[in-house]
């Protein structure tokens, strides 16, 4: 992680999120839906503390969640709804896959390849 791998805290639940397949942080950033220059001002939660972005997550390593309100899933578009799950469950996805590889990697790398070509 960023500031030199010590970490980051909730801005939510003030906890630690200790690794970046819990941080929503790097889930928006591995998306497109952070500025890759704001990445480092940002502010960091745990995945399960912006459930809105979470709800999205389908993957037998993360626990299905329900947002509450008028952005929960039931409540959204179907198609945007289905884009939402495709591209969140992709970036999730993707943590993992940076966390099982190499752990120097170049940050700009981390993003889905479609977000890495609107960056170039």
């Not at 889930?27 to 999205?56: M, T, W, Y």
Request: a negative charge; charged letters at 35%.
């Amino acid at each position: 992680m960023a500031k030199c791998d010590e970490g980051y805290r909730c801005d939510v639940c003030g906890g630690d999120v200790t690794s970046i397949v819990e941080s929503d942080l790097y889930l928006r950033f591995v998306i497109g839906h952070l500025d890759p220059e704001k990445l480092h001002v940002a502010p960091e939660r745990h995945l399960r503390c912006n459930p809105v972005l979470s709800q999205c997550i389908r993957d037998e390593r993360f626990d299905e969640i329900e947002a509450d309100g008028p952005f929960r899933l039931s409540e959204l578009d179907p198609k945007h709804a289905a884009d939402m799950i495709d591209l969140v469950t992709r970036g999730y996805r993707r943590l993992w896959e940076i966390i099982e590889t190499e752990n120097d990697r170049d940050v700009t790398e981390y993003p889905l390849p479609e977000v890495r070509a609107r960056y170039q």
